[in-house]
């Protein structure tokens, strides 16, 4: 098969032996290994497999010295056949620490096929439910994983066949073709003896081939071995199956297709569910999670389905929805109640009345409902007992609510949505959840369009309203709502009352009509507890995108506990008025983040929590780059412990976290606040360094100094300044500010800075190609400060000079003094550039041994830190060691990447390393 444009499509297989197969040809991958590693990405795809788990796949707690580079070259092999037969890109193998990521299109694999095959199998009539189901089976090529170690093994996919198998059967059951299954049959009972669905497809096809003795006695002996083996009884279907066919039901002879149960006298069949949504976009895979859900077997227990997420995010909306398409496999009926749990006006409804509403529509007399509430539950579970009957419960409050509503036979399937996180459920229930996430943006721009009108609005512009709206389907029909009765024009009116965050959430309401994304949230709101209610209240303060325990605490008066702080955002985030996207990362939706900044705290107050913030973040950011570098400004806000904060990767871990908010928090704190916090994150950006984030935040910095009056602060942002254009190779542009450093230093009397001002002199001398006085300026940094973090920069950079003067051997020593001194003072960053150094040095000399071990020490220093810059250095190093040995092709592969990791960081090496690529 190929792609629109001509290029061929790539199909993978685990269901048999690993292949990969273009037009009906297989793709050579190579050994065992290789197939390995292909087979382990496969069954994970789109996510990060780690390399220990690599190595246990391959072999197990004995692995070779060298079986990571092993895995890198078996990674590089299928890399480089995914290139050669899928030019376009669409099928990649991402380095993600701690492992590897296959970024393909699921569906583009067979086991993905297999279970879709299977899900949209269900509501299919049984002729072609049969046919999907056998295409199904097909894909199966042999036993699954044949060709790869035995230690990779996925018991899920045998598992997948046999419940494809049974599916199977139960079509052709019901299509009447009992007589050709009961050899197949017998063959599995045998090879299978436990799989209790398959031994009641058994005893029914035996039956129904007028074999009533034979399906007996395949009863018992199943029920003896599950007796004997497992100490079990079967189940209740299979025992209802078997009383019927021991009374002779000759219902069970007619194949029914669909089945269909008349009302019983005085008895209504309720279809009470809600009419499906006009203009439903997307939540495929929502909807297949509940059909998975509905497939499921839960035993003897009632399913339960929990559908929880923020106010306006489709809840009902994906229920009703789901619960249209299903209703013909519940022909006992469907029974729908609003609980009101979250309603603006009234109280959440009262179990007991809900039941007798339920009792009524069964059939039973208002006369005959028992005036006990426990007695009313009590009559509702036995009249669902044995009924197929779907039960929505809408709006829920808690679980204590839900309680008594929930019917007590297996065959029922319950429903539940609530904007809280029903653990409760999950905990005395077994149920299980569903929680919904907003749209992506294509979907969403779709729903604003089938609102508003198809063709009226271009698509840059529903884009633009969509993302405004954070893609949350309540506010998307609002807006599609304010559009679909009025000329264009107000599309542009629109767009500036959402861009503006004062006034959004007001566009965000209909006129005359409760439905608006602030009343939503209100109900909400006034659910939450005072302590809780509190908490969203001074999140309204916090600037950045995210929150994490440690600045809660901060803002609270006085500060408080990190622990306690914790719980009650995870006690917001079952509210869904913050997400934990991971552990103490609390976002907001940005339409909620807007609602609690209208109800945070105003006046004295604020300022006073506000301060509270801003101290907590300088003396955070201390403390991380303290783990990161050695700290030469004499600055110090680390008094507070911090202990999230312990090493190196918890520091970078820390900075990436809270680096927007480190960000907004320099344009909105006092100047005298900014320029420290921006020098801080000097000394990250430094580590981990990305030109488009470190200089405007040194611009914010330096213009906050500068405003303060702080000539101290404005001299350590120009240094700051001058270091990361030197970091880029744009040293020569730093002269004036270099020179500026040296002024203010001079005028302070500062030494410590006059000494970092003169290497900032010296390198943009350097950058200039004035070597003498680049050489000059670092002699004088050492005679003014022999501090080592001072004395390891300056030799770094000698190093340099001395090797554009031809001076080699002096540049090694040089440059071996400050590898070691980085080393000494715990420098993270300049270590890795530093050692990168040294193996560019050895390369030149043609020490091409001393050179490659040192170059891949620069690479695995900077993965281990997540320095792409450094690590993009080493790559370029390593090619040019390489093409020096001799392998051309192993070379360009490294400056490759290095070009990759250059064009993401906007490194001006990018163009030297594409001419080394060119030139291969």
Same mark, same amino acid.
């Given at each position: =098969?190929?792609?629109?444009?001509?290029?061929?499509?790539?199909?993978?297989? +685990?269901?048999?032996?690993?292949?990969?197969?273009?037009?009906?040809?297989?793709?050579?991958?190579?050994?065992?290994?290789?197939?390995?590693?292909?087979?382990?990405?496969?069954?994970?795809?789109?996510?990060?497999?780690?390399?220990?788990?690599?190595?246990?796949?391959?072999?197990?707690?004995?692995?070779?010295?060298?079986?990571?580079?092993?895995?890198?070259?078996?990674?590089?092999?299928?890399?480089?056949?995914?290139?050669?037969?899928?030019?376009?890109?669409?099928?990649?193998?991402?380095?993600?620490?701690?492992?590897?990521?296959?970024?393909?299109?699921?569906?583009?694999?067979?086991?993905?096929?297999?279970?879709?095959?299977?899900?949209?199998?269900?509501?299919?009539?049984?002729?072609?439910?049969?046919?999907?189901?056998?295409?199904?089976?097909?894909?199966?090529?042999?036993?699954?994983?044949?060709?790869?170690?035995?230690?990779?093994?996925?018991?899920?996919?045998?598992?997948?066949?046999?419940?494809?198998?049974?599916?199977?059967?139960?079509?052709?059951?019901?299509?009447?073709?009992?007589?050709?299954?009961?050899?197949?049959?017998?063959?599995?009972?045998?090879?299978?003896?436990?799989?209790?669905?398959?031994?009641?497809?058994?005893?029914?096809?035996?039956?129904?081939?007028?074999?009533?003795?034979?399906?007996?006695?395949?009863?018992?002996?199943?029920?003896?071995?599950?007796?004997?083996?497992?100490?079990?009884?079967?189940?209740?279907?299979?025992?209802?199956?078997?009383?019927?066919?021991?009374?002779?039901?000759?219902?069970?002879?007619?194949?029914?297709?669909?089945?269909?149960?008349?009302?019983?006298?005085?008895?209504?069949?309720?279809?009470?569910?809600?009419?499906?949504?006009?203009?439903?976009?997307?939540?495929?895979?929502?909807?297949?999670?509940?059909?998975?859900?509905?497939?499921?077997?839960?035993?003897?227990?009632?399913?339960?389905?929990?559908?929880?997420?923020?106010?306006?995010?489709?809840?009902?909306?994906?229920?009703?929805?789901?619960?249209?398409?299903?209703?013909?496999?519940?022909?006992?009926?469907?029974?729908?109640?609003?609980?009101?749990?979250?309603?603006?006006?009234?109280?959440?409804?009262?179990?007991?009345?809900?039941?007798?509403?339920?009792?009524?529509?069964?059939?039973?007399?208002?006369?005959?409902?028992?005036?006990?509430?426990?007695?009313?539950?009590?009559?509702?579970?036995?009249?669902?007992?044995?009924?197929?009957?779907?039960?929505?419960?809408?709006?829920?409050?808690?679980?204590?609510?839900?309680?008594?509503?929930?019917?007590?036979?297996?065959?029922?399937?319950?429903?539940?949505?609530?904007?809280?996180?029903?653990?409760?459920?999950?905990?005395?229930?077994?149920?299980?959840?569903?929680?919904?996430?907003?749209?992506?943006?294509?979907?969403?721009?779709?729903?604003?369009?089938?609102?508003?009108?198809?063709?009226?609005?271009?698509?840059?512009?529903?884009?633009?309203?969509?993302?405004?709206?954070?893609?949350?389907?309540?506010?998307?029909?609002?807006?599609?709502?304010?559009?679909? %009765?009025?000329?264009?024009?107000?599309?542009?009116?629109?767009?500036?009352?959402?861009?503006?965050?004062?006034?959004?959430?007001?566009?965000?309401?209909?006129?005359?009509?409760?439905?608006?994304?602030? %009343?939503?949230?209100?109900?909400?709101?006034?659910?939450? !507890?005072?302590?809780?209610?509190?908490?969203?209240?001074?999140?309204?303060?916090?600037?950045?995108?995210?929150?994490?325990?440690?600045?809660?605490?901060?803002?609270?008066?006085?500060? !408080?506990?990190?622990?306690?702080?914790?719980?009650?955002?995870?006690?917001?985030?079952?509210?869904?008025?913050?997400?934990?996207?991971?552990?103490?990362?609390?976002?907001?939706?940005?339409?909620?983040?807007?609602?609690?900044?209208?109800?945070?705290?105003?006046?004295?107050?604020?300022?006073?929590?506000?301060?509270?913030?801003?101290?907590?973040?300088?003396?955070?950011?201390?403390?991380?780059?303290?783990?990161?570098?050695?700290?030469?400004?004499?600055?110090?806000?680390?008094?507070?412990?911090?202990?999230?904060?312990?090493?190196?990767?918890?520091?970078?871990?820390?900075?990436?976290?809270?680096?927007?908010?480190?960000?907004?928090?320099?344009?909105?704190?006092?100047?005298?606040?900014?320029?420290?916090?921006?020098? =801080?994150?000097?000394?990250?950006?430094?580590?981990?360094?990305?030109?488009?984030?470190?200089?405007?935040?040194?611009?914010?910095?330096?213009?906050?100094?500068?405003?303060?009056?702080?000539?101290?602060?404005?001299?350590?942002?120009?240094?700051?300044?001058?270091?990361?254009?030197?970091?880029?190779?744009?040293?020569?542009?730093?002269?004036?500010?270099?020179?500026?450093?040296?002024?203010?230093?001079?005028?302070?009397?500062?030494?410590?800075?006059?000494?970092?001002?003169?290497?900032?002199?010296?390198?943009?001398?350097?950058?200039?190609?004035?070597?003498?006085?680049?050489?000059?300026?670092?002699?004088?940094?050492?005679?003014?400060?022999?501090?080592?973090?001072?004395?390891?920069?300056?030799?770094?950079?000698?190093?340099? +000079?001395?090797?554009?003067?031809?001076?080699?051997?002096?540049?090694?020593?040089?440059?071996?003094?400050?590898?070691?001194?980085?080393?000494?003072?715990?420098?993270? !960053?300049?270590?890795?550039?530093?050692?990168?150094?040294?193996?560019?040095?050895?390369?030149?000399?043609?020490?091409?041994?001393?050179?490659?071990?040192?170059?891949?020490?620069?690479?695995?220093?900077?993965?281990?830190?997540?320095?792409?810059?450094?690590?993009?250095?080493?790559?370029? +190093?390593?090619?040019?060691?390489?093409?020096?040995?001799?392998?051309?092709?192993?070379?360009?592969?490294?400056?490759?990447?290095?070009?990759?990791?250059?064009?993401?960081?906007?490194?001006?090496?990018?163009?030297?390393?594409?001419?080394?690529?060119?030139?291969?």
């Amino acid at each position: =098969m190929s792609t629109g444009d001509g290029h061929a499509v790539v199909r993978f297989g +685990v269901l048999g032996p690993v292949q990969a197969v273009v037009d009906g040809e297989p793709v050579p991958l190579g050994g065992p290994g290789v197939r390995g590693v292909l087979a382990m990405l496969l069954l994970r795809p789109n996510e990060v497999v780690p390399v220990e788990d690599i190595l246990d796949g391959l072999w197990g707690d004995d692995p070779p010295l060298t079986a990571r580079t092993i895995v890198q070259n078996y990674v590089s092999r299928l890399r480089r056949q995914l290139r050669l037969v899928d030019p376009t890109g669409s099928v990649w193998i991402d380095t993600r620490l701690p492992g590897y990521q296959l970024i393909v299109d699921e569906e583009l694999i067979d086991v993905t096929q297999a279970t879709i095959l299977l899900a949209r199998s269900r509501h299919e009539h049984p002729v072609r439910r049969a046919e999907m189901l056998r295409a199904s089976l097909d894909l199966w090529r042999g036993p699954v994983l044949a060709d790869v170690s035995p230690r990779i093994s996925a018991p899920q996919l045998e598992a997948l066949r046999l419940a494809v198998l049974e599916a199977r059967i139960e079509a052709d059951l019901e299509l009447g073709r009992h007589a050709e299954l009961v050899g197949e049959l017998s063959t599995f009972a045998e090879a299978y003896p436990f799989r209790e669905r398959m031994i009641a497809h058994l005893v029914l096809a035996l039956y129904r081939t007028g074999r009533r003795a034979d399906a007996l006695e395949a009863y018992q002996r199943f029920a003896r071995r599950a007796a004997d083996d497992l100490g079990i009884d079967p189940g209740p279907g299979l025992r209802d199956l078997h009383e019927r066919v021991l009374n002779d039901d000759a219902t069970l002879l007619i194949p029914t297709p669909v089945r269909v149960v008349p009302p019983k006298v005085g008895v209504l069949v309720p279809a009470q569910l809600p009419p499906a949504p006009v203009g439903f976009v997307g939540r495929e895979s929502e909807l297949g999670w509940l059909d998975s859900l509905l497939a499921e077997d839960f035993g003897e227990a009632t399913p339960i389905g929990v559908v929880s997420g923020l106010a306006g995010i489709g809840k009902t909306a994906l229920a009703a929805l789901w619960g249209r398409t299903v209703a013909a496999q519940f022909p006992d009926g469907q029974l729908f109640a609003g609980l009101r749990g979250f309603h603006p006006r009234h109280a959440p409804a009262d179990p007991g009345e809900v039941l007798t509403q339920f009792l009524l529509t069964l059939g039973v007399p208002a006369g005959e409902v028992p005036v006990d509430r426990d007695d009313r539950a009590a009559l509702y579970r036995s009249l669902l007992a044995r009924r197929r009957v779907l039960v929505m419960l809408d709006d829920a409050l808690d679980s204590e609510q839900v309680r008594l509503l929930l019917p007590g036979g297996s065959r029922a399937f319950v429903l539940i949505t609530s904007r809280f996180r029903l653990e409760g459920m999950v905990a005395r229930n077994g149920a299980r959840l569903l929680e919904l996430s907003t749209l992506p943006l294509a979907e969403s721009a779709r729903i604003v369009e089938s609102v508003a009108g198809a063709g009226r609005i271009d698509q840059e512009r529903l884009d633009r309203l969509a993302t405004l709206c954070g893609c949350l389907p309540l506010a998307l029909r609002i807006v599609g709502a304010r559009l679909a %009765a009025r000329q264009d024009w107000i599309v542009d009116e629109l767009v500036a009352d959402l861009t503006d965050e004062n006034t959004r959430l007001a566009a965000l309401d209909v006129e005359r009509s409760d439905t608006s994304v602030r %009343a939503a949230l209100d109900v909400t709101y006034r659910r939450l !507890g005072e302590s809780v209610a509190t908490t969203v209240r001074l999140l309204g303060l916090v600037p950045g995108p995210s929150v994490g325990p440690a600045a809660l605490a901060a803002l609270r008066s006085p500060p !408080g506990d990190v622990a306690e702080a914790r719980r009650a955002l995870r006690t917001l985030a079952n509210s869904f008025m913050v997400t934990e996207t991971r552990r103490d990362v609390f976002v907001m939706h940005e339409l909620v983040r807007l609602y609690a900044k209208e109800s945070a705290p105003r006046g004295d107050e604020r300022d006073a929590a506000l301060g509270r913030l801003v101290a907590y973040y300088l003396s955070a950011a201390d403390r991380a780059r303290r783990q990161l570098r050695p700290v030469v400004d004499g600055f110090e806000f680390d008094s507070v412990d911090h202990p999230e904060i312990t090493d190196a990767e918890s520091a970078l871990a820390w900075f990436e976290r809270e680096w927007l908010t480190i960000v907004t928090l320099v344009d909105t704190a006092p100047a005298a606040d900014a320029w420290r916090l921006a020098r =801080m994150a000097h000394d990250f950006r430094a580590v981990r360094s990305t030109f488009d984030d470190w200089l405007p935040i040194l611009q914010k910095g330096l213009s906050a100094a500068v405003s303060a009056g702080e000539k101290f602060g404005e001299a350590w942002m120009l240094q700051s300044k001058c270091a990361a254009y030197t970091r880029f190779d744009r040293a020569g542009e730093t002269l004036d500010d270099a020179r500026r450093v040296v002024a203010l230093a001079t005028e302070l009397a500062d030494t410590r800075l006059l000494a970092v001002g003169h290497d900032a002199v010296a390198s943009a001398y350097f950058g200039q190609s004035k070597y003498d006085e680049a050489l000059a300026g670092y002699a004088k940094a050492l005679e003014l400060d022999p501090e080592p973090a001072i004395e390891a920069h300056a030799r770094n950079n000698m190093a340099q +000079v001395l090797r554009v003067l031809g001076r080699a051997q002096d540049a090694v020593e040089s440059q071996r003094r400050a590898v070691q001194l980085y080393r000494e003072v715990g420098e993270v !960053g300049f270590a890795a550039f530093a050692v990168g150094n040294l193996a560019e040095l050895f390369t030149e000399m043609n020490k091409v041994d001393f050179a490659e071990r040192h170059a891949r020490e620069a690479i695995d220093l900077s993965v281990a830190s997540g320095l792409v810059l450094a690590e993009a250095f080493g790559r370029e +190093v390593l090619g040019q060691v390489l093409r020096l040995r001799g392998s051309h092709s192993a070379a360009r592969r490294q400056w490759e990447r290095a070009l990759a990791l250059y064009t993401q960081v906007r490194s001006v090496r990018a163009e030297q390393v594409r001419v080394l690529i060119d030139e291969e």
